[in-house]
């Protein structure tokens, strides 16, 4: 289920994962994880592989285990149980991204490796250029701004819309960076979806859909690992 609502809005823009957004609608409006649900999560071919990965380099048989979706999307201790040689082969041999990436550009992301990128969603967004969903193109700031997974605390609720305050990606003296805070207004695509939400909620955002309520303690999470890719990212802007 939380898998599910992360890889939504992507999906509803036809972005990644199969062609299948109004079966993946109906089984999360139905608000229960389920086989079917799982089946389609399988098809995206940036998230799978990854998902696969965390879970085998940590021992867990289910790659939909709760830890191992929440250490891709937000971050947490998992990550740090993929070895370097486990990333690289991971990003060689299930994402082909050699194929896919200029020479220069694959020696490049072997040195992040080396220098501690880790596996988690950020360091995909910011650090291969190219969107690998069904999109074979250069992100622009503003593609890679919605990529990511944003997060913002709940300042207003009207009715489908939230609206809240967030630190947009930007770039400073020619670098990526997370700017000033700004409000930012949401729409609910989901009839069920944050319904328990309130004033002062931290939500996360993906593709311009709300995603989920997270903690604190999430959210530091989410900005540790975010601000590690923008770093890596940054070696060779």
Known sequence: MRCGLYSFGPNRLHYCGPDANKEMFDYLKEGLSNPGLEVLLRKFKTLYPY???IAWSNDIKDPFDERVVEAYWIGNELLDGVS??????NLLEDHGLKKKLTP??????????????????S??????????GHMQVPHTLESMDECRIGWGKT?????????????PLKFLENKLALGE??????VRRLDNQLDDIKKGDIITVHWGS??????????LML???????????????
């Open 51 to 53: 998902l696969k990965k």
């Open 84 to 89: 370097k040689k486990e990333l690289y082969q």
């Open 104 to 121: 220069k550009e694959f020696s490049r992301l072997k040195e992040k490796i080396d220098e501690g990128a880790l596996p988690h969603h």
């Open 123 to 132: 360091f995909h967004v910011f650090n291969i250029w190219k969107r690998t």
């Open 155 to 167: 300042t207003e609720i009207d009715g489908p819309y939230i609206t809240i305050k967030t630190r």
């Open 181 to 186: 805070e700004t409000t930012r207004r949401i």
């Open 210 to 219: 709300p995603c989920e309520i997270i903690t604190k303690k999430e959210a």
């Open 223 to 237: 900005e540790r690992f975010t601000l590690l890719s923008i770093r890596l990212a940054n070696k060779y802007l």
